[in-house]
């Protein structure tokens, strides 16, 4: 049984930075694909990074340049390493694993596995 626990969000300053873990139990497939998303109350889940099994990142360009993900195979964990924060950040972040290589975080590529969320608070 696969799980995703995500770590690491908070309350922070505009112009501050905040990394985000995902450690990933269980097993997905030798080189899966992984993901980023946030959510706001009542607006669509947006994709904010992605990581395909070749190791190809992709970000949203509301992030890019601030935003860095990564992935330590070792320690079977995710990271979203967030500078430059600003208030529009704040939201609840998700990670997302699935076992085909090549999801990139595009409209209609649905992740089959799921973390909780945690929360990230900018204030201005």
């Known amino acids: 049984q696969v799980q995703l626990v995500e770590s690491g969000g908070g309350s922070v300053q505009s112009g501050g930075s905040l990394r985000l873990s995902c450690a990933v139990f269980?097993?997905?497939?030798?080189?899966?694909?992984a993901g980023w998303f946030r959510q706001v109350p009542e607006k669509k889940r947006e994709a904010v990074a992605a990581?395909?099994?070749?190791?190809?990142?992709t970000y949203a360009d509301s992030v890019k340049g601030r935003f860095t993900i990564s992935q330590d195979n070792a320690k079977n964990t995710l990271y979203l390493e967030m500078n430059m924060l600003k208030s529009e950040d704040t939201a609840m972040y998700y990670c997302?694993?699935?076992?085909?290589?090549?999801?990139?975080?595009?409209?209609?590529?649905?992740?089959?596995?799921w973390g909780q969320g945690t929360q990230v608070t900018v204030s201005s």
């Open positions: 990581i395909r099994g070749d190791r190809t990142t």
């Open positions: 269980g097993y997905i497939s030798s080189g899966y694909s």
């Open positions: 997302a694993a699935d076992p085909r290589w090549w999801l990139s975080g595009r409209e209609g590529d649905e992740y089959k596995y």
